[in-house]
C-alpha cells in the first residue's frame, strides 16, 4: 500500500517536472511532427529538374517525342542540344549536367527491331538519387503512333510500377516511424531520469527517503508510458491524414505492441541511467543505441538483404521487433498471434532491462 | 517508536577511507538521545562523510556506527523513516515550488493527505516561508532554502536529525530563530546531530565534538573542552593593538595569537605558573600600555588550542621554551569561517556569547 503512494509520489513529481520543461514537452510533440516531415516528405517528394542535356542524331518524330515526354515529366529539364555524344560527356565531366541523354540516328530502327538499346543515358552516378532518377527516365514509355505501341506500352508500364518509389516508401515508412520516433524520444527521456537528480544534487536527498529501488524506476516510468502514446497517436492520425495510410489490422493489437514496445525503450533509458555518470554521457549512449536501431532495424534497409552479423545484432534491439509488429499489423492487417515470437522478445527485452536497472540502483553514494 | 536507547548514536573507530585519503580516521562517538551535538571542524576535516556514513549513505572502510540501536551500514533502509537528513548543498527540487516540495516529501513518507497538508502549513510558517508556497525553490535565497531544506527534513518527525551545515547562509537573527527551532525538536526528545562553521552556534549545543583532518581531537560541553585545555587564555586591550600584536609576537611562551580589532588573543601553556605576568611584561619591556586579564578560553581558543596546537605536540618547560609555534591565527576556525561570515562584529557576538555561556548551555547541559 505504501508502496503504491510512494510509486505514485515519484510518478506525481515526475510529470511536474515534466511540465515546467518546455523544452521536453516541445520534443513530445516535436520530434514525431518534424521526423514525420523529414522522412515523409523528403523521401516521398520527386527530385525534381535536374539539369540535362541531349543529342538527338535520329531527329525524327518518335525522338522528338520522347525528349518531350521526359521534359514533361519535369524530372529533368533540358537546357540545352548538343552535337555529338562527346560533347554530352564533356558536359558531364565538367558538372554542368547531371544527366545526359543520348539518340543514336537509328533510333526508330532499333525500337521496332529491339535489338539493341534504343537509347543512352548517361548519369553522374555518383549521387544515388540522380541514380535513381535516371532509372525513372528509362520507365518513361515511348509513344507510338502506329498499333504495335500497345504492345511496347504494356512492357514499359511494369517496368514503371516496379520503379515507382511513391506508394512505397509512404506507407512503409509511416508505420517505422512510429519505431523511430519512439525509441528517440522513450530511450532519451528515461536515460536522463536518474542521472539527472545526480547531477541537479537531488539524489542525496532521495535516496535517504523510503523509496524503494523498484518503486523509483516505476514512477520514474509510468508517466513516459502515457506520453509515448500520445505519441504513436500523433503520428498514425498524420500518417493517416497527411500520407494516406490506412491501419489494416486492429486498432487495439497497434496498441498493446506499442506498449510493450515503449515499455522496452523507457526500461533500456532507465538502465542507460543508471550507467551513466552525466546527463551527456546519457545522451551519448542513448544515441549509440538510437543510430543501430534506424540502421539495422530493417527501417531504413531490407532486413533480409543485411549480413548475417547485422541480422544478429539486430534481433537485440527492441525496433527490429516492433518494426516487424507494426508493420504487419498496419500494412498487411496480420493478427498480433502470427507474431507472437516479436512480442515475446519485446518482453524479455523489458524485463532484462527493467530488472537491471534497478539491482544497479544503489541508494548509497559508494 | 519512542525508543528509550541513552545513545542515539554511538561510534566505534568509524574510518572511512577515498584511495590512500583517511577521510574519517577511527572516530568515536557518544551522543546521548535527546541532545543537540555539534561537529565543528575545517573544511576536508570529515563532517560530511561521518554524517553519510551515520545514515547509510557511505560504508565506513572500518570500524561501524549503531544508530538508533540499528546498525547504520547494515539497517539502513530500517532507518529511513527515523532519521532526518539535511544536505550540505541544497538537494530539493529546484523546479519544483515550496509547497510542492513539501508535499513531495510527505508523498514519498507516505503520510496521509490530511496530516500531509496539516504538517505542510505548520512548517511553512514555523520556518518563515507562508506566502511563498508557490515560489520555485530555486528562485529562494540561499537562507530561505536552507529553512525549506529543514522543513523537509523534520516532516516525517523523525527521532534523530542530521544537519551538515544548516546555517552556512542564514542571516544571524533568523539564526536565532533557527536554533529556537532547534531546541524545541530536542526538547520534544529529537537528538541532533550538528555540523557548523559557527562559534556561537557551537557554543549553543549540548555538547561538541571537533574533528580535525579526519580525527576526533576534543569532544565534551563547551564548558568541559575550555576547562580541559593546555593553556591560558589572556586578552589584551591596547590603544596601539598593532604594536601590541608585534611585540607579543616575539614572546615564545605565547603559542597562540590572535587579533580581534582593537583586542588580543594569547593562549599561554597551562604549566605557565603566572601568565599575567609573562604579557605584561613583555607589553612594558615595548613600552604599550594595556589592559590585560585572563578570560576563560571561547570555542574559538578551544578550537585553536586543539587543532593548532596539537600537530606540535608538548610543551618544552624546562628549556623556558623553544617557540613551538607562534602563529598569526587569523580569527575563525576555517577559511570558510572568513567567508560565510566576514562582516560579523565581533564585539558584540563575542558578547552575545558570553551572556549563552553562562547561561542556556549550562542550564540546558547536564
Ligand atoms: N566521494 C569522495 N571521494 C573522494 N574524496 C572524498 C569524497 N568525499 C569526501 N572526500 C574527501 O574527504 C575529505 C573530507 O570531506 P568532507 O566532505 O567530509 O569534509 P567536511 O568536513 O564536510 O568539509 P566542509 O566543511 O568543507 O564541508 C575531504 O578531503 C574530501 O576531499
Ligand atoms: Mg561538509
Known amino acids: 500500500m505504501n508502496s503504491l503512494v510512494r510509486i505514485f509520489a515519484v510518478m506525481h513529481k515526475e510529470l511536474r517536472q515534466l511540465s515546467r520543461d518546455r523544452l521536453t514537452f516541445g520534443m513530445i510533440i516535436g520530434m514525431p511532427l518534424l521526423q514525420l516531415l523529414l522522412f515523409g516528405y523528403a523521401i516521398n517528394t520527386d527530385v525534381r529538374n535536374l539539369s540535362a542535356a541531349y543529342v538527338d542524331e535520329a531527329d525524327s518524330h518518335l525522338s522528338r517525342q520522347l525528349i518531350a515526354d521526359m521534359g514533361a515529366a519535369q524530372v529533368v529539364t533540358f537546357g540545352q542540344r548538343v552535337a555529338s555524344p562527346g560533347e554530352l560527356v564533356a558536359l558531364l ?18 525500337v521496332i527491331a529491339r535489338d539493341r538499346p534504343a537509347l543512352q543515358l548517361l548519369v553522374d552516378g555518383t549521387d544515388p538519387i540522380v541514380l535513381g532518377v535516371a532509372e525513372r527516365l528509362a520507365a518513361i514509355p515511348l509513344r507510338f503512333d502506329s498499333q504495335t505501341g500497345i504492345e511496347e506500352r504494356q512492357r514499359m508500364m511494369e517496368v514503371r510500377n516496379f ?44 535516496i535517504n527517503t523510503p523509496v524503494r529501488s523498484t518503486e523509483l524506476m516505476l514512477g520514474k516510468i509510468v508517466p513516459y508510458i502515457v506520453i509515448g502514446l500520445v505519441q504513436l497517436a500523433l503520428i498514425l492520425a498524420v500518417g ?80 527490429t521487433h516492433f518494426n516487424r509488429l507494426i508493420r504487419g499489423i498496419v500494412l498487411r492487417g496480420a493478427d498480433i498471434s502470427m507474431m507472437a515470437r516479436d512480442m515475446a522478445a519485446l518482453g524479455v527485452f523489458t524485463a532484462a532491462a527493467l530488472t537491471l536497472a534497478i539491482a544497479r540502483f544503489n541508494k548509497r553514494l559508494d | 517508536m519512542k525508543s528509550n536507547i541513552e545513545f542515539a548514536i554511538q561510534a566505534r573507530v568509524l574510518t572511512r577511507r577515498f584511495g590512500s585519503l583517511v577521510a574519517v580516521n577511527e572516530v568515536d562517538l557518544d551522543i546521548p538521545s535527546g541532545r543537540i551535538f555539534g561537529f565543528l571542524g575545517p573544511n576536508g ?50 523546479d519544483l515550488s515550496v509547497g510542492e516540495n513539501l508535499q513531495f ?56 536529525l542530521l544537519l551538515d551545515e544548516p546555517t552556512s547562509a542564514v ?68 590603544g596601539n593593538a598593532d604594536a601590541a600584536h608585534l611585540a607579543l609576537g616575539k614572546i615564545p611562551r605565547i603559542v597562540s595569537l590572535a587579533r580581534l580589532g582593537s583586542r588580543l588573543r594569547a593562549q599561554i601553556p597551562k604549566q605557565t605558573a603566572e601568565p ?17 586579564n585572563t578570560v576563560f578560553p571561547d570555542i574559538e581558543d578551544i578550537f585553536v588550542a ?19 609555534r607562534n602563529p598569526v591565527i587569523p580569527r575563525g576556525v576555517a577559511e570558510s569561517r572568513a567567508e560565510t561570515a566576514p562582516a560579523r562584529p565581533r564585539d558584540s557576538a563575542r558578547d552575545d556569547r558570553k551572556g549563552d555561556h553562562g547561561g542556556r548551555v549550562e542550564d540546558s547541559g547536564r
Request: proline share 4%; net charge neutral.
Open chain 2, 105 to 160: 516529501i510527505g508523498e514519498i513518507h507516505a503520510i496521509p493527505r490530511r496530516e500531509r497538508r496539516r504538517r505542510v502549513g505548520e512548517l511553512l510558517s514555523r520556518y518563515n516561508l507562508a506566502g511563498r508556497e508557490r515560489q520555485r525553490a530555486g528562485t529562494l535565497s540561499g537562507g530561505q532554502r536552507q529553512r525549506l531544506a529543514l522543513a523537509a527534513a523534520i516532516m516525517h518527525r523523525p527521532q534523530l
Open chain 1, 163 to 206: 520503379y515507382n518509389p511513391e506508394r512505397r516508401s509512404a506507407v512503409n515508412i509511416v508505420p517505422g516511424l512510429v519505431g523511430v520516433v519512439l525509441t528517440m524520444t522513450m530511450v532519451l527521456f528515461t536515460s536522463v531520469a536518474v542521472v539527472r537528480e545526480k547531477e541537479r544534487g537531488n539524489l542525496e536527498l532521495l
Open chain 1, 240 to 319: 493517416r491524414t497527411v500520407f494516406a495510410v490506412p491501419i489494416m489490422g486492429s486498432e487495439w493489437q497497434v496498441l498493446l505492441a506499442s506498449l510493450v514496445f515503449i515499455c522496452a525503450n523507457l526500461s533500456l533509458g532507465l538502465l542507460i541511467s543508471t550507467v551513466a555518470a552525466s546527463q551527456f554521457q546519457a545522451m551519448q549512449m542513448t544515441f549509440f543505441v538510437f543510430l543501430p536501431s534506424i540502421l539495422l532495424s530493417g527501417f531504413m534497409f531490407p532486413f533480409e538483404g543485411m549480413p548475417e552479423i547485422a541480422q544478429a545484432i539486430a534481433e537485440v534491439l527492441p525496433l
Open chain 2, 306 to 324: 586543539v587543532t593548532e596546537l596539537r600537530e606540535h605536540g608538548p610543551i618544552d618547560r624546562e628549556s623556558g621554551g623553544t617557540p613551538i
Open chain 2, 276 to 292: 599575567l605576568a609573562i604579557v605584561g611584561e613583555a607589553l612594558r619591556n615595548a613600552g604599550i600600555e594595556a589592559e590585560i
Open chain 2, 171 to 238: 542571516d544571524p537573527s533568523n539564526r536565532r530563530d533557527f536554533w529556537e527551532g532547534l531546541f524545541e525538536l530536542a526538547e520534544r526528545g529529537t537528538t541532533i546531530l550538528v555540523s557548523t562553521h559557527y562559534m556561537d552556534e557551537a557554543i549553543r549545543c549540548h555538547n561538541l565534538a571537533i574533528l580535525d583532518r579526519g580525527v576526533k581531537v576534543a569532544d565534551g560541553s563547551p564548558q568541559a573542552l575550555g576547562e580541559s585545555i593546555g593553556t591560558h587564555v589572556v586578552e589584551v586591550r591596547a
Open chain 1, 93 to 110: 565531366d565538367a558538372g554542368g549536367i547531371s544527366v545526359g541523354v543520348a539518340i543514336p540516328d537509328d533510333f526508330d530502327r532499333r
Open chain 2, 45 to 94: 576535516s570529515g563532517k560530511s562523510t561521518t554524517i553519510r556514513m551515520l545514515c547509510g549513505l557511505l560504508r565506513p572502510s572500518a570500524g561501524r556506527a549503531t544508530v538508533l540501536g540499528l546498525d547504520a551500514a547494515r539497517d539502513s533502509e530500517a532507518l529511513k523513516n527515523r532519521i532526518g537528513y539535511m544536505t550540505q548543498s541544497f538537494s530539493l527540487y529546484q
